[in-house]
Structures are given as structure tokens and as C-alpha cells.
């Protein structure tokens, strides 16, 4: 099943390129490569006004054929009753007149239009002899295609793919499988690829069926819509339940490797002067990661708050229970901003503890980064805070007890590994989302994880109010903006992401700060994805400082900055951005004891899903229920698309049978972990093969190598 592609009866090179780029890069690749629709052809004797807009098989004899100069070739033709009908082709003169000679029978089919009077068919996809009739399909799948390729090319590649595949035995728990109706593992394939069933591998039924051994026009597949539906939700659950027993198989095998049972005795927490009193949901957390902690097996924790709902304290809370315990803790940051700024809010709340806090970033070079590792290695470092360089394969700590990583979606399953292997024995991980994330994704994603969700916002924190305005008023929200400024206050103006490119979205970000700059003068800052990182900072920090009024970004600012002091954020094309993201920028501001006001401009032209999002923003300022509807109104396809490091990719399964089947799948995989006994038992060696047929036995073995 893993052979390359070439490997299958008529793929040569030239084949193979458009196969490459649908991903067809194995013979397994094939399989998982399902229809999207399929042409149901009708045979009919005659033609009839009744089959307009239907794909007809009939037979015709051509009588008259004319070809216009530039215009296209029109053969007139008539049934047996002498129905005329004009089958049009609007380029290769040449091909329609060796297709369909004069006064000879060919069978055609195609679908059936109406052009002023005339019946016609354009480009017949079928024209044979009536010797040939039984081989046009009377049923045909309808692939995804990219140029070079067509779907009776592809069905005839499944065919093969199928007739390769091996006996493999059930691994869906029987009573599962019987309730919902599912068929066996080959016969959803043959059926979701409308194929005719091939006879048992190596079974009874003499000899291989050949691919193009297709139905004839009088015997369609036997199955109906139900059974298709049946067929691929099983494929879809079968890659679900693959990606949940991954995971799965990860916790136990992390739980069986022990880990530092750190039990902190409150020596450095007490001292902690809090700028509140921690809320019910704060509390709550931290028990469950102190609990978590105080075991020998490694926690696998998922912090899960709104923007604002106080992670920081709890991760901070978390990491001085691990010093407590004897051990250092390392905070992984997605951006050096945000790094810079955990550093300085951490030393604040430190200041006068007996705890040293350093900083690893890319920037960090000589002395001051030879002697944060020698720190680090001899353990006078207790907490370092970091990019990715706090992974580097020369970063060595003494005791490394508690990983934090902030802003989980920008980190794979692959990084949260590599930290792990940084010590003797796997240190306890705790992970904070930057938005709430759907549960069903939070299977998909951090199935492996227990999670705590802070759903309380801190004392004083006021709500953001918002408002959609259309940009034909700009000039009203820059004067707006004058008299905020005008005030003391400061603001954020966010550029829409024009295209997928940093480039276009710089230009766009720069024309904003001209404009602005041309009214208010010197107090407009600038950054955006182009520029170096120190570059960056000096604006940040500028702007946090408060020689800089208005902040003009792209989305470089979405993450976690903090200016207590910036009270207004205009997003200029809100309609451009997802929910999540438009819930996060306005997470910016309301950060002070002032009222704070996000402008959401908005372009001409609305999508209803966009209309539908900017609704939903001015309605609520709930994270929890932005994360449901974002899921509900793109789908998780987009939300889980960037397939990061291969652990959220699914071929199969649509978005919706995610969301339905995960919770079953993560049930089913858990039973066969718990009391089915695993990979070992009979159940457990066929979902074995099951994960090296979806590819997550890279996963497993990676994953237990962390």
C-alpha cells in the first residue's frame, strides 16, 4: 500500500505530476482519495425534452457536420425515432469527425441542454460503437481533479489501489460498528469509491477483477445514497479513532515513564504580593496542576482561558510550586515580544523573592547567553522564559521540573515532544491556549491532555465595547481617534491581511501609518511581519512606554500584548479576519481601569458568514461561546487546516463527522487501552495496523521517544 504511485499500470511520468499535486504521492494515497459526487447516467431509447439537464445514454446516427471558421464544430444527429439532437465541440474539429462518421450508429453520452430550439450535447464524454456500449458506466464517481487527470482516470487508479489492498481484521469495537451500521473496512472503500466489489484478497472468486471491469448501463451499483453515507462515515471514523488512539497510547506511555513528583510547600507563593485576590476559577486550576504535579507520572495539562481570564498567574503560581519542589521551570513564548514582556511582568512579581528569572532568545548572544546556560546547567536559574532557542540541543538543565508553553496553536505536538526529552525524566507540561478552542478540537488536538478552563474574568476587568462601522466613515473614526488621543489615551490600528502575503500586508499597514502620520505627526508607530526583531521591540516597547499614541500593525500585536493604557482598537477590514482572531485583537485593549472601545471597520460587500461573525462580536464578549460558533460557521477545517506537524490532518473526515465523532472515538480508544489490553490484544493488533495505514504509528513511536 506504501509503494510509490508509479508503481500502479499506467503512470508514467507524465501521469504523475498532476497525481503529485492532488497529494497522490503512494498507491495508499489512492484510496483515501474519495469522490466527491458521482454522474448518474440514464439509458433512454429516444431523446425527450423531459431529460433536459440530465447526463443521457442513447444512440444516434450522425447525418450532418459543420464547422464555422473560429466558431465550434456541431454535428446533427438523430435518435432511431429521428429526434435530432447537435453535439457540439468547441475545439478539435478533427476528433468529432473521426468520433462520429456520417450515417454510422455510435452510442453517446452527455448531458442534455436546450439551445433556443434545439436539443444539444456539448463534448460528449462518451462515444462508442454499439459493440462498446457496456462500457460506459451507468454510474461514475466525480473526483477532486487537478489538470492532467480525470476521474475515470482516477476511479481505474482506485481500482488498482483496491485490488492491492490486504485482509486486514476489524479493529472498531463490535458493538460499536453493529449499533451504528458501519461495514467492514474494504467494502466502505469499494462503496464510498462507487466500485463494483472486487472478489475476496486471496479469497474465492477466481483470479483479480480488473479496475475497468465497470457496470454496465443496465446494472448500476447496487448502492444507494444510505449505504454510501454508512461507507464514509466508517472511513471517517477509522482516521478519527487512529488520531484518538495516538494520543491515547501517548498519555499511557507517558504516565507509565515517571516523572519528578514536585510538591511545592508554599514558601515562595506566600510572599507573592497579587495585584487581586485570585478568582474561583484560578483557584480551581491551580489545584488541579498542584495535584497533577505532586505525582510521580507527568502532568499533560491544557490551561484553557479568554483573553484576559489571568493564565499568567497561573502559570506563574505553577512555576514557583515546581521551584518550591526543588526544581527549575522553563516558559516557552511564540514570539520574542511576548518573551520580553512575560520577562518583565514575571521579575515584577519576583522582585524581592529568591528567585532568578532569566530570558533565552535568539537575541541573546555572547556572554550574556553563555552565562544564562551555565546558570541554567548549575541550577542558579530557576525560571527561564524563551523563544524556541530555549530548546536548542546546547540549552542543558540541571532539573528541569515544569514546562509552560503560552499560545499552544503556533506549537506542535513535535515541539512539545523535544522539550520533553530536555530532561532525565519528562518534566510536568502545562499548556495555555490564547482563545478558547471547541472541545471537539480539543480532542483532535491536545487529545492527550487533561484540561482546566478558566472561564471567571479578574475583579475590574470591564467589558470591551464594540461597534461595526462601514469604512465610507473613516474620516468620522479618524477624527474619533484625534480626540481619543487628544485625551492622553493611546490605540491600536490593525491592517487587514490583503493577501497570504507579509509583503502586501506591510504595504498596507505603511499607507495607513502615512495617512495618519500626515494628521498626527510623530506619534503613529509602525510594525509588521518584514521587520528584525529589535527593530520591533524598540516600537513595542515606545508604545508601552507611551511616547507613541497610535500602534498601526498587521497582526504581529494578536498575541498577548500587554498596554494597560490602550483603550481603542480599530481593525480595518474586520470582515477579512476569523472570529477567534478579531476576539483576540480586541483582548488588546481593556487591559486598564478605563473604558475601552473596539471599531470594527467594516468593507462594502459582506458575507453572510462574515456578516453573521461581526454580529456575534458586538453581541458578546464571551470567549467560550466565540470558540462554538467560529467551529460552527467555518468549520474545523479551516480552524485545524494548518495541518502543524501532521497531527490535526485529516483526509477523510469532513469538519462535521469530527465534531460527531471524536467524542465516540476517544471513548472507543480508551476501552481498548484500558480493558481491551491495548495494542496486544486481538483488537489491539489490528488498530496497530489500523495506525500505520493513517500514518500516526510515527506519531506513537515519536511521541513515546519524547
Not at 521551570?329 to 529568591?354: K, M, Y
Not at 466613515?473 to 487628544?486: K, M, N, Q, S, Y
Not at 493577501?499 to 505603511?510: G, I, K
Not at 461581526?614 to 479551516?638: C, Q, V
Request: proline share 6%.
Amino acid at each position: 500500500m506504501f509503494a510509490e504511485i508509479e508503481t500502479l499500470k499506467g503512470v508514467g511520468p507524465t501521469l504523475a505530476k498532476p497525481l503529485h499535486k492532488l497529494g497522490l504521492e503512494r498507491v495508499v494515497d489512492a484510496l483515501f482519495h474519495l469522490p466527491t459526487g458521482c454522474i448518474d447516467r440514464k439509458p433512454v431509447d429516444t431523446l425527450d425534452e423531459a431529460d433536459v439537464g440530465r447526463v443521457i445514454i442513447v444512440a444516434v446516427t450522425p447525418r450532418d457536420i459543420r464547422q464555422g471558421g473560429r466558431g465550434p464544430t456541431r454535428v446533427f444527429a438523430e435518435d432511431r425515432a429521428g429526434n435530432y439532437v447537435t453535439l457540439t465541440y468547441f475545439n478539435n474539429p478533427g476528433w468529432a469527425k473521426k468520433q462520429l462518421p456520417l450515417g454510422e450508429t455510435r452510442i453517446v453520452s452527455g448531458k442534455l441542454d436546450r439551445y433556443g430550439q434545439e436539443l444539444q450535447i456539448v463534448h460528449p464524454d462518451h462515444v462508442v460503437t454499439p459493440a462498446e456500449a457496456a462500457t460506459i458506466p451507468a454510474r461514475e464517481p466525480v473526483y477532486p481533479l487537478s489538470e492532467g487527470i480525470t476521474s475515470h482516470r482516477l476511479a481505474d487508479l482506485a481500482g488498482q489501489a483496491m485490488a492491492r489492498r490486504p485482509e486486514l481484521a476489524e479493529w472498531i469495537e463490535p458493538t460499536l460498528k453493529a449499533r451504528r451500521g458501519w461495514p467492514g473496512w474494504a467494502e466502505a472503500l469499494e462503496t464510498a469509491h462507487q466500485l463494483p466489489p472486487l472478489p475476496q484478497a486471496g479469497g474465492a472468486g477466481g483470479g483479480q477483477a480488473q479496475p475497468q471491469d465497470r457496470p454496465t448501463p443496465q446494472s448500476p451499483p447496487a448502492s444507494g445514497s444510505g449505504d454510501e453515507e454508512k461507507a464514509r462515515e466508517r472511513l471517517a471514523y477509522d482516521e478519527i479513532f487512529a488520531n484518538q488512539l495516538a494520543f491515547g497510547l501517548v498519555r499511557a506511555s507517558s504516565r507509565k515513564r515517571g516523572g519528578l513528583a514536585l510538591a511545592g510547600d508554599g514558601s515562595l507563593r506566600d510572599k507573592l504580593r497579587l495585584p487581586y485576590a485570585p478568582t474561583g476559577a484560578q483557584r480551581r486550576a491551580i489545584g488541579e496542576i498542584e495535584a497533577d504535579m505532586a505525582q510521580d507520572a507527568p502532568m499533560l495539562r491544557l490551561l484553557q482561558g479568554d483573553v484576559g481570564s489571568g493564565k499568567t498567574l497561573v502559570a506563574l503560581l505553577a512555576m514557583l510550586a515546581a521551584v518550591e519542589g526543588g526544581a527549575q521551570a522553563a516558559l516557552l513564548a511564540p514570539t520574542e515580544i511576548l518573551a520580553r514582556q512575560h520577562h518583565e511582568t514575571l521579575s515584577r512579581f519576583l522582585a524581592g523573592l529568591h528567585v532568578n528569572v532569566a530570558i533565552l532568545t535568539g537575541r541573546e548572544q555572547g556572554r550574556a547567553r553563555e552565562s544564562c546556560l551555565m546558570g541554567l546547567a548549575d541550577g542558579s536559574i530557576h525560571i527561564l522564559i524563551g523563544t524556541h532557542a530555549i530548546f536548542q540541543q546546547k540549552v542543558g538543565y540541571r532539573k528541569l521540573g515544569l514546562a509552560v508553553i503560552d499560545e499552544q496553536h503556533r506549537f506542535g505536538v513535535a515541539q512539545r515532544l523535544m522539550l520533553a526529552q530536555k530532561a532525565e525524566r519528562p518534566p510536568h507540561l502545562l499548556v495555555m491556549t490564547a482563545t478558547p478552542i471547541p472541545r471537539t478540537l480539543t480532542l483532535t488536538q491536545y487529545g492527550e491532555m487533561d484540561v482546566s478552563r478558566l472561564d471567571e474574568m479578574p475583579p475590574g476587568r470591564l467589558p470591551v465595547e464594540t461597534r461595526v462601522v462601514s469604512l465610507d466613515r473613516l474620516d468620522e473614526v479618524i477624527g474619533a481617534l484625534g480626540r481619543h488621543i487628544g485625551e492622553g489615551k493611546q490605540a491600536y490600528w490593525v491592517c487587514p491581511l490583503v493577501e497570504e502575503s507579509e509583503a502586501s500586508d506591510r504595504a498596507a499597514a505603511e499607507q495607513r501609518a502615512q495617512v495618519l502620520k500626515l494628521r498626527f505627526g510623530d506619534r503613529i508607530g509602525l510594525v509588521h511581519g518584514r521587520m528584525k526583531g529589535p527593530e520591533k521591540d524598540a516600537v513595542m516597547a515606545a508604545f508601552q512606554r507611551g511616547d507613541l499614541a497610535v500602534l498601526v500593525a498587521t497582526t504581529v500585536i494578536e498575541v498577548g500584548v500587554d498596554v494597560p493604557s490602550a483603550s481603542l482598537m480599530i481593525v480595518e477590514g474586520a470582515e477579512r479576519f476569523g472570529l477567534a482572531q478579531l476576539h483576540q485583537l480586541r483582548g488588546r485593549v481593556g487591559r486598564g481601569d478605563q473604558r475601552s472601545i473596539c471599531l470594527l471597520l467594516r468593507g462594502p460587500i459582506l458575507s453572510e458568514t462574515a456578516r453573521a461573525r461581526l454580529a456575534l462580536m458586538r453581541e458578546t464578549n464571551d470567549g467560550f461561546r466565540i470558540a462554538e460558533e467560529d467551529l460552527r460557521l467555518r468549520g474545523a477545517g479551516e480552524i485545524l487546516g494548518t495541518r502543524q506537524s501532521g497531527e490535526a490532518s485529516f483526509r477523510v473526515a469532513t469538519p462535521e463527522q469530527v465534531t460527531a465523532l471524536a467524542p465516540v472515538a476517544a471513548d472507543d480508544a480508551r476501552l481498548l487501552i484500558d480493558r481491551d489490553g491495548g495494542l496486544e490484544s486481538e483488537r489491539g493488533q489490528a488498530a496497530r495496523l489500523l495506525l500505520y495505514l493513517m500514518e500516526r504509528d510515527a506519531a506513537v513511536g515519536l511521541l513515546r521517544g519524547g
